[in-house]
């Protein structure tokens, strides 16, 4: 079911093993204690040879061990009953020598926040681009998890403190488990064009109002990804190759603008102002109405710098009678309140 926590494999395999090995232990006892009470012993005595054969105390019998039956039953119990014991032992040193009960329960407070997690990004992938992508959206503080299918790859993220799911993204199960459903974006940004395009699609049919961003390596591929239903897509090569350029033809304006230079916020923060990006959710009071409504709503303390549609596309001052459309993202420039 959409939503449902996956169940506890490590608490599972601890509690399977332990429930195995005393079962065999309370069956081997309870039979063999049977066998001796239909051959004439007394109930007590049954179940105190029972449990020193099983144990190898040795006293000796308690009532003589004559009969065909009675000795095939304890030589059963001498072989059946201490098995059953050392699997119910191993199964405990297991515990302590593998710290299973610490890495269960790690593992339920990874489900109980992923179960938390709503309006996330859903991050395809960790390598190079899904690794930054990782560290600027931690840096935000805003939600995500890793999908990936690289067991060195999830232990990195996990050794970040990322949320992690082992799977392929493509699969429905694994994207349920990720709560694509309420998830706000994801990233497909795996290095094959293809499978992004796979995911992209199995996205878009299981969340129709998330917003999808999606990696091509080839150029050919941006029609095939706009078709399966990404909001975004980035080349890669084409977008180095574009800040190459632009920081030789436009090197003090890209200097400025540089997201890891902090003069224009700080000089931004100066002038009571910052530059602001304003989702307009499916639920959002500001969904089909004209842009308008956002100003008026800001009192003079805003200046819309562009419109960035669900398609993405961009409107460039867009004009105050613009409806704003549920995945639609206004650009501000806003002077802080007080």
């Keep these: 079911m959409p939503g449902s926590a996956p169940k506890n494999h490590h608490i599972r395999r601890i509690l399977t093993q332990i429930l195995i090995g005393v079962?065999?232990?309370?069956?081997v006892v309870a039979l063999a204690t049977l066998v001796?009470?239909?051959?004439?012993w007394d109930p007590g005595n049954a179940l105190y040879m029972v449990i020193i054969t099983i144990f190898g105390v040795g006293y000796g019998e308690v009532e003589p061990v004559d009969t065909g039956i009675e000795r095939f039953t304890t030589m059963l119990t001498i072989?059946?009953?201490p098995v059953a014991t050392v699997y119910v032992l191993g199964a405990l040193?297991?515990?302590i020598t593998e710290k299973e009960f610490q890495k269960a329960f790690a593992e339920n407070r990874k489900l109980k926040t992923m179960d938390a997690l709503k309006r996330h990004t859903i991050i395809c992938g960790f390598g190079r681009i899904g690794q930054t992508i990782a560290r600027e959206l931690h840096r935000a503080g805003q939600p995500f998890l890793v999908l990936d299918r690289d067991a060195a790859r999830l232990a990195e993220a996990e050794a970040h403190g990322y949320l992690t799911i082992d799977g392929d993204a493509g699969d429905e199960d694994v994207l349920t488990r990720a709560h694509i459903d309420t998830a706000r974006n994801l990233a497909a940004v795996l290095p094959n064009d293809m499978v992004n395009v796979f995911i992209t699609l199995t996205a878009r049919n299981m969340n129709p109002a998330l917003r999808i961003l999606a990696r091509a390596e080839n150029p050919a591929t941006e029609k095939k990804l706009r078709q399966a239903g990404a909001n975004d897509i980035i080349l890669p090569a084409f977008a180095g190759g574009m800040q190459i350029a632009h920081r030789i033809t436009r090197p003090s304006l890209l200097g400025v603008l540089d997201d890891d230079a902090s003069f224009l916020k700080n000089d931004l923060e100066e002038l009571d102002v910052e530059i602001s990006e304003t989702p307009i959710e499916p639920d959002s009071h500001l969904a089909g109405q004209p842009l308008t409504a956002f100003l008026d709503g800001m009192k003079g303390r805003c200046i819309v710098l562009a419109l960035r549609h669900a398609d993405g596309t961009n409107s460039q001052h867009p004009a105050p009678h613009t409806l704003l459309q549920p995945g639609d993202r206004i650009v501000s420039l806003i002077r802080r309140a007080g």
């Design 23 to 27: 079962g065999i232990f309370a069956t």
């Design 36 to 40: 001796y009470i239909l051959e004439g």
């Design 79 to 81: 072989i059946a009953g």
């Design 93 to 95: 040193v297991k515990i």
